[in-house]
């Protein structure tokens, strides 16, 4: 299908199309049984691809310095990078028809939310506010973190909704988790990390129903315990969890929504659903109403039950370290690449997994 595309930034698929960043930064775009691509896109390393029904959201670079044949070579702004919407024009091919005018995180991944609960399919929210020295922690694959939270209008990317945390705290995450309120059907919150001297805390973000533009961390937990100490959260839109320091003993704590606290139970030591550094972020899975995720040494696919008071079942044994793990169609069962480059399908009745 193609040649040339980066390993290190995420596929994307959706409304019948592929979309993925080439080796070189241009947009390719598969669709109809064919593939477009725009070579001079500029997409960023690492950020995450977002496919609506008539454009492709991403982020893009932004360049500095002279050109030319006297000039310096032009370098790209660690935190300038821009979020973009690109749209098929009249030939087909993938055009860049709007920017954001805010900063965003240089690897964000944005994703589509209904946080008014509008009803209309939702707008982008990304993570924004890049900064390189607030908390040099560096725990997900950089030392920049974001400061702040976007809402942006999903055709012009505008500012419809806007969060700035003050110094000396940050969003240390690359991907916030929509969550279902409860109370209010079809509106949205978002479920992120927010890092400070303390170490991480879950927060939950939400419309703020006091300013029309305005987001706000609407409930948050108690920090996980020291300076550069973090927290990997996991959801199935409704269930809020956290493996707290997923490095370095891996404790899974279930959390519950009581007004502005997020309050926590700790459910199960030995998993890790994070290696440092990695932007794969939460190697759990959700199966048709169970929770899955690694041992601490991802060998083994450890299965809780939620309705049954996230009592465990039996683990599944894997032949190497989980390095991917994704959900199938309907949670029918899931697929994961292990570091020895085989690829298993895991279901409910799977034990030992097939290979691929």
């Known amino acids: 299908m193609a ?13 019948g199309r592929i979309a993925a960043r080439m080796a070189s930064g241009g947009l390719w775009v598969w669709e109809d049984d064919r593939a477009r691509t725009s070579p001079s896109a500029g997409l960023a390393v690492h950020a995450g691809l977002l496919i609506l029904p008539w454009a492709v959201v991403t982020v893009v670079t932004r360049q500095t310095g002279m050109t030319g044949a006297s000039g310096s ?21 993938w055009r860049d028809v709007a920017r954001s005018k805010e900063a965003v995180l240089p690897d964000a991944r944005p994703l589509q939310v209904d946080l008014d609960g509008s ?4 707008h982008i929210a990304v993570l924004a506010g890049p900064d390189a020295s607030r908390y040099d922690h560096g725990v997900l694959g950089d030392g920049i973190e974001a400061t702040g939270l976007l809402w942006l209008e999903r055709h012009g990317l505008e500012v419809m909704r806007a969060l700035s945390l003050p110094a000396p705290h940050v969003l240390e995450d690359i991907a916030p988790r929509p969550v279902a309120l409860p109370g209010t059907p079809g509106r949205f919150g978002l479920l992120t990390v927010r890092a400070g001297p303390d170490g991480g805390q879950l927060a939950l973000v939400t419309a703020d129903p006091a300013r029309q533009q305005g987001l706000q961390v609407a409930a948050i937990g108690d920090t996980v315990g020291g300076f550069h100490r973090w927290l990997a959260p996991t959801t199935d839109s409704r269930q809020l969890l956290a493996v707290h320091t997923p490095h370095i003993g ?3 704590h279930v959390y519950q929504h009581e007004g502005r606290h997020l309050t926590r139970r700790r459910l199960l030591t030995d998993v890790s659903t994070h290696r440092i550094g990695s932007r794969e972020l ?4 959700w199966l048709r109403g169970l929770l899955v995720l690694p041992s601490q040494d991802g060998r083994r696919l450890r ?5 049954a008071n996230w009592a465990e079942q039996p683990s599944v044994t894997l032949p190497a370290r989980v390095g991917i793990a994704t959900a199938l169609a309907d949670e029918a069962a899931m697929a994961v690449l292990v570091e020895d480059g085989q690829v298993l399908i895991v279901g409910p009745s799977a034990n030992p997994p097939s290979r691929g």
């Open 3 to 15: 040649d040339g595309l980066d390993a290190a930034t995420p596929l994307a698929t959706g409304h």
């Open 250 to 252: 891996g404790v899974l």
């Open 119 to 122: 009803g209309d399919g939702g």
């Open 282 to 285: 939460d190697l759990s899975v």
């Open 73 to 93: 070579p032009r370098r790209t702004d660690p935190l300038g990078h821009r979020l973009a919407r690109f749209e098929p024009d009249n030939t087909g091919l």
């Open 303 to 307: 299965v809780l039950n939620p309705a």
